[in-house]
């Protein structure tokens, strides 16, 4: 195949970091927290006690889960009580080994049996919530079991910490540092449950990097080298990433309850606002290191370019790994996922009148800040919601959730999406194992991009104009279908709109403009330049002209879309190119640069022929020139050399 003799001139190692000895970040897991790498010995660790306050319940957890991380044991959340409104009234944290497994789960009939680790132990915390904060209300410190010696899990760690697991080709090697395991003895050891399944998920990804020598895949193990977290992507994705990462999604919502798992797919919008997935992660938990872990690997996956703006769930620990790792990106949260944990937190008052319309004009359609508080305010007290600890946390937040607070951040109009991509949510993860997962994705991914092709074929059709408006005519040779019936709103729009000039240099103008049933939108015009400002965001936020814009342009007799304004991830010819962005030019200087970049060129053209044999003759024809040329000037170099 064409991809497999391109594809061999690349180099196929990719390095995951192992967990390191020295870390001391407390972690927020459910099922099993980490236990090693705290530096205080268990005497000088506080122990809790009945009444003291928290602030929060992530306080409250943190500090539990760090009081057992330093004493040598794993939590576990239990279940919660709640008032009538939502909040929460206690909440029971556990050892990880409080209770047995229920029976009908322990006689379930499955091909391999997952070992029972519970002792029935009765050591836990329980915090009851008074006035907003979170007291201990109870607490027992009596295990039944063997508390983990910290000591002997961090010399494990420091002898694997330097050590990076890799794949190249069929085979894991471990790239050795001193002191670091031979790769059999890691392998030997590295899955305690359910061996066999992971097993044939490492098989089935050295298969798939057969046929695409350019897909990664990578792992991380835990302190006792058992499965953590994986994360893979295949070589069209990166390639997608360069032309659409700009916005970057990822969805943390899924969980495989058969492994106590989460699937979290990364996804962005196309140039036709397709979804387009970049990759795909298996998560054991939901602390901020698993998530830094992600972030990175996700980095070297897609050759360190970092997104402009990346959504998530509502998330703290999120947010913290988010500020580590992805120093460049604006952090959004998703308006969906914001929605679903209303509708989780706030059930029972989405059934009266009115609350839904209130809040989704908080998230979305508050022309600037003083609306958005007035609303905000009125929603609670309407409501009687003055005290809803979800509310009240959600409002601290506010800025990266609520649309008026972060207008200039590009999410190229993400946020008008009603939902997350469906990758799993219509599997039955009682029945798939890993690597059925891994098939659905790439199932999943193989659709969209069919989906992008046929739009594509129709982009090349002649697009329908209602006028005969030069500017119209601009855009609907430019832009993709899709696009251009977004303009096209925009520009009808504008002809009921009232424009009045309230200030001019001869330089730069200022323009009032009222749409009927809107609010007044102020929009500042350079003469010089054409270039544009306009208070209610819309090119900053979407990369499309806004109706005020377009309406200044009319009034000032530019008939043409300032190609200032022309955003290429839009346009019909937004993949004509690798893009050679800022990102490009940083690492000019690192002698792998060209490489990277000749391989993405070069998977790019693969890509783009792999649908049409007659495209894959003629990118075959100028693979052999372009090799003759390059191994005659090989020749002349050695020559020279002599």
């Not at 705290?38 to 005497?43: F, G, L, N, Q, V």
């Not at 058992?226 to 700009?246: A, E, I, P, T």
């Not at 600037?368 to 009687?384: D, G, H, R, T």
């Not at 879309?561 to 937004?574: E, F, N, S």
Request: one cysteine or more; a neutral charge.
């Amino acid at each position: 195949m064409i991809v497999n003799q391109l594809a061999l001139h690349h180099l196929k190692c990719y390095g995951v970091d192992m967990l390191s000895s020295d870390s001391n970040e407390d972690e927020d897991e459910i099922q099993a927290t980490s236990v090693f790498g705290a530096s205080e010995s268990k005497d000088s660790c506080q122990k809790p006690e009945v009444g003291m306050e928290f602030s929060s319940e992530e306080e409250a957890y943190k500090f539990y889960t760090s009081y057992a991380n330093k004493i040598g044991f794993r939590t576990r959340k239990g279940k919660v009580q709640r008032l009538s409104n939502g909040t929460i009234r206690k909440r029971f944290l556990f050892c990880s080994k409080q209770g047995f497994r229920l029976k009908k789960q322990a006689d379930k009939i499955t091909k391999y049996k997952r070992k029972e680790t519970r002792t029935g132990c009765d050591a836990k915390i329980q915090f009851s919530v008074e006035n907003g904060k979170w007291v201990v209300s109870q607490f027992s410190q009596e295990h039944n079991h063997h508390l983990e010696d910290r000591r002997r899990i961090t010399r494990s760690c420091t002898k694997t910490s330097e050590a990076h697991l890799i794949h190249t080709g069929n085979n894991a090697e471990m790239a050795m540092d001193a002191g670091a395991p031979k790769c059999t003895e890691l392998c030997n050891m590295v899955w305690s449950t359910h061996p066999k399944e992971v097993q044939i998920l490492l098989n089935y990804l050295r298969r798939l990097q057969v046929e695409d020598l350019s897909l990664f895949y990578a792992v991380q193990l835990d302190s006792d080298n058992c499965l953590k977290n994986l994360f893979w992507r295949d070589g069209r994705s990166m390639v997608d990433y360069d032309y659409f990462g700009d916005v970057l999604v990822l969805d943390t919502t899924f969980r495989m309850e058969k492994y106590d798992m989460i699937c979290a797919p990364f996804w962005g919008l196309n140039h036709h606002r397709q979804y387009v997935m970049f990759g795909c992660a298996f998560l054991l938990d939901e602390s901020k290191e698993s998530f830094v872990w992600l972030f990175e690997t996700f980095l070297e996956a897609m050759g360190r370019k970092q997104p402009k703006t990346v959504v998530t769930d509502e998330n703290q620990v999120m947010v913290d790994a988010v500020k580590v790792v992805l120093l460049d990106a604006e952090h959004l949260f998703g308006v969906w996922f914001i929605r679903q944990k209303a509708l989780k937190h706030l059930s029972a008052f989405y059934r009266q009148p009115d609350f839904v319309n209130i809040f989704n004009e908080c998230v979305s359609y508050c022309q600037n800040e003083e609306e958005f508080e007035s609303k905000w305010n009125f929603l609670l007290k309407k409501f009687n919601l003055c005290e809803n600890a979800w509310l009240n946390n959600l409002y601290l937040s506010r800025e990266r959730w609520a649309n008026v607070f972060h207008k200039k951040t590009f999410s190229a109009g993400i946020r008008w999406c009603n939902d997350n991509v469906n990758v799993f949510q219509n599997s039955t993860s009682d029945t798939m194992d890993l690597s059925m997962f891994v098939h659905q994705y790439l199932k999943v991914v193989e659709t969209q991009r069919s989906a992008e092709l046929n739009e594509d074929m129709r982009c090349r059709e002649t697009t329908k104009v209602l006028s005969s408006s030069a500017m119209e005519k601009q855009a609907a040779n430019i832009y993709t279908r899709t696009i251009f019936k977004i303009f096209q709103e925009e520009l009808i729009t504008c002809l009921s709109v009232a424009i009045e000039e309230i200030a001019s240099d001869g330089t730069n103008a200022t323009f009032k403009l009222t749409e009927e049933g809107q609010k007044e939108s102020i929009v500042e015009f350079s003469c010089l330049d054409s270039n544009l400002a306009c208070s209610c965001r819309k090119y900053e936020s979407e990369g499309i002209l806004c109706v005020h814009a377009l309406k200044v342009l009319n009034a000032r007799n530019v008939f043409r879309i300032p190609d200032q304004y022309m955003l290429k991830r839009w346009t019909k010819c937004a993949k004509d190119s690798v893009p050679e962005d800022e990102h490009v030019q940083k690492l000019a200087g690192q002698k792998q640069q060209p490489m990277s970049l000749l391989l993405k060129k070069a998977l790019d053209v693969i890509y783009k022929t792999s649908a049409f044999e007659d495209c894959q003759k003629i990118a075959m024809h100028y693979l052999d020139e372009a090799s003759k040329k390059v191994e005659a000037a090989l020749k002349t170099k050695k020559h020279r050399s002599f």
